[in-house]
């Protein structure tokens, strides 16, 4: 089955950078999207960025643009959000979830584009 689990969440202060991972198995790069989403405390859940595991291609939200990058590594079955210029509004729970599909054909947040979610990892941005 599709499993997903992430890493690399921490403390950090505004300015600095952080390497989220997400392993995943159970499926077919092929054919697959993986999406970054993002919780506060009291927010909904919102989408940051999306790859395609097929060719790598991405998208982001204008809120991260410019400040994150998405990439994977298909022999390691995993995803990579690299976090610079990190804020405290970044500060959330991050999840990476998956499903088939492109990037550009998923709605940027919305939860219902993905069947299968990691059980999250905490960044917090703060001096």
């Known amino acids: 089955q599709v499993q997903l689990v992430e890493s690399g969440g921490g403390l950090v202060q505004p300015g600095g950078s952080l390497r989220l991972s997400c392993a995943a198995s159970?499926?077919?790069?092929?054919?697959?999207?993986i999406g970054w989403f993002r919780q506060a405390p009291g927010k909904e859940r919102e989408g940051v960025s999306c790859?395609?595991?097929?060719?790598?291609?991405?998208t982001y939200a204008d809120s991260v643009k410019g400040r994150f990058t998405a990439s994977r590594d298909n022999a390691k079955n995993t995803v990579y959000l690299q976090m610079d210029t990190l804020k405290p509004e970044d500060t959330a729970v991050y999840y990476c979830?998956?499903?088939?599909?492109?990037?550009?054909?998923?709605?940027?947040?919305?939860?219902?584009?993905?069947?299968?979610w990691g059980q999250g990892t905490q960044v917090t941005v703060s001096a």
């Open positions: 790859i395609n595991l097929s060719d790598g291609t991405t």
């Open positions: 979830a998956a499903d088939s599909g492109r990037c550009e054909y998923k709605a940027p947040s919305s939860v219902y584009e993905y069947g299968y």
């Open positions: 159970g499926f077919s790069p092929d054919y697959y999207a």
